[in-house]
């Protein structure tokens, strides 16, 4: 089930992020996290499986769309096709047509979603 964030889930969303962001350090991840917080144009949610967080996506929102910046899963439970029901859900909740991925969004989670074929990868239309 997707969640917005909380401030409740700190820890544990610094831990996702720490998966998949080219800067690990704590203060890097501090700093994405206050940004999630405080900025109004990033979303950030969570997944939950059996009332335990499993993954994230972080989101900024751009015009009439949004443009996906972060996806992590826990590793153990990437096989249960949780990257599409994020996407899924995200795109039920929020009043966008259009959901892009950013060009920091690495090889494995273009190919963890379903993505029109034909397009670059920060115009890809994730239906």
Request: charged share 30%.
């Amino acid at each position: 089930m997707l969640s917005r964030y909380k401030k409740s889930y700190r820890k544990i969303a610094m831990g996702l992020l720490a998966l998949v962001v080219k800067e690990k350090e704590l203060r890097s991840l501090q700093q994405l996290i206050d940004l999630y917080e405080s900025d109004p144009l990033y979303q950030l949610y969570i997944w939950k499986e059996n009332e335990k967080i499993v993954g994230l996506i972080g989101v900024v929102k751009e015009d009439e769309d949004f443009k996906v910046q972060h996806l992590s899963i826990i590793p153990s439970y990437a096989k249960d096709e949780i990257a599409e029901k994020m996407q899924a859900s995200l795109q039920e909740i929020s009043r966008f047509e259009k959901m892009r991925l950013a060009n920091e969004v690495d090889q494995a989670l273009m190919e963890a979603l379903p993505i029109s074929k034909g397009k670059g990868p920060t115009e890809q239309a994730i239906s």
